[in-house]
């Protein structure tokens, strides 16, 4: 078992380009949630999804969106990038109606110029 | 305000000695707390979860405390090793599957 998966790793793009976030989630899950975490923060709770729908938001503006595939793996797309945007990436996986223990991935790093 | 606080924000402390961090939550209903452990650039690992029926939880040499009327929590890191030297995130289950995340207790162990 693999665990959760993220690619890339790192990345690094100027303002205004669009990214793309990937996480396979851990065998026998299949639910996705994304997190955004600044330098020194906790966590921040972007949006989960279920049944390849989103079921759950955080405060995040619409430039952030996702998909979830019917194999459960998940993208997070961001567009039009703000310096700001510059976070870790973690996604976590969990098995709806568990104990919603979530796994989490490596996570990847996004550096925006 | 954040609905889980933790403290000290950072420490520093010797090789071989104890240390006991500190969760404070206001968030309810509450299913579970959990305690991760997060290296620097890598994602956090689950080092124990409590229900709220649960006064105290081991993993190693970690022992974790909770008291759901005081809503407190606690982490106590015993013989401290270089390799404890992370942030240790506090995390409180709520309902929907929902996670309220502290802003993490920063360790550094020194030889």
């Known amino acids: 078992d693999a665990g959760v998966t993220q690619s890339p790793t790192h990345l690094i793009k100027t303002r205004g380009q669009q990214v793309t976030l990937r996480c396979s989630p851990k065998?026998?899950?299949?639910?996705v949630s994304w997190y955004q975490q600044a330098l020194g923060q906790g966590p921040q709770f972007i949006f989960q999804?279920?049944?390849?729908?989103?079921?759950q938001r955080g405060n995040f503006p619409d430039r952030f969106s996702g998909h979830q595939y019917p194999n459960y793996s998940s993208e997070l797309n961001v567009n039009a990038l703000l310096l700001g945007d510059s976070a870790l990436y973690l996604c976590?996986?969990?098995?709806?109606?568990?104990?919603?223990?979530?796994?989490f991935g490596p996570g990847t790093r996004l550096t925006v110029l | 305000k954040n609905q889980v606080e933790q403290s000290p924000q950072s420490l520093i402390i010797l090789e071989g000695k104890n240390c006991t961090l500190q969760?404070?939550?206001?968030?309810?209903?509450?299913?579970?707390l959990r305690w991760y452990k997060q290296d620097t650039g890598r994602g956090p690992v689950s080092l124990t979860i409590?229900?709220?029926?649960?006064n105290t939880k081991s993993n190693g040499r970690y022992t974790a405390t909770l008291d759901a009327d005081t809503k407190q929590s606690s982490l106590h890191i015993t013989a401290s090793q270089l390799s404890d030297s992370a942030s240790y995130i506090c995390?409180?289950?709520?309902?929907?599957?929902?996670?309220?995340f502290g802003k993490g207790n920063q360790v550094v162990v020194i030889p």
């Open positions: 976590a996986s969990t098995r709806l109606g568990s104990d919603n223990e979530q796994f």
């Open positions: 995390v409180v289950s709520v309902e929907n599957n929902r996670l309220a």
């Open positions: 409590m229900t709220f029926s649960e």
């Open positions: 065998s026998g899950h299949d639910t």
């Open positions: 999804y279920y049944e390849e729908e989103e079921r």
């Open positions: 969760c404070n939550y206001t968030v309810s209903p509450f299913s579970n």
